[in-house]
């Protein structure tokens, strides 16, 4: 049985949005090069951004690459779901949530003992899979 490749981003707050881009880049150029680098990178940002700016914790970002799924997963110390907010063109934010939503395939949150899980997946485009 082969495993999935896998990492996990160091957790917060050694990492931040800089790094964390970086190292999935690196993920991504070596494991799942079908994907579509500028959307996930994009998403990994937005995530890691609002974990640190809306929780008082910790944050952990797992990357997995299957043979036709990327798996980008980030774990925060806050209970609390992503609430869409009327964006805020004065500096208020509001803009990241609805663009996870939509450059991933499907998203899902899930609560977790201390916090919970945003979960991004995208599926290999039909095209690539030859």
Avoid: Y
């Amino acid at each position: 049985m082969n495993a999935e490749p896998h990492v996990v981003i160091d957790q917060s707050p050694h990492r931040d949005s800089a790094g964390a881009r970086r190292a999935a880049a690196e993920f991504l150029l070596q494991h799942c090069p079908w994907a579509d680098l500028d959307a996930v990178l994009l998403v990994v940002s937005e995530l890691v951004a609002n974990a640190a700016r809306h929780t008082a914790g910790w944050w952990q970002l797992h990357l997995r690459a299957g043979q036709e799924t990327l798996v980008v997963e980030l774990d925060d110390s806050s209970p609390l779901p992503p609430v869409p907010r009327e964006p805020d063109f004065a500096g208020g934010g509001g803009f990241g949530w609805p663009m996870v939503l939509k450059l991933a395939g499907r998203v899902e949150v899930r609560p977790l003992p201390h916090g919970k899980r945003v979960q991004a997946t995208w599926m290999r485009p039909m095209a690539a899979a030859s």
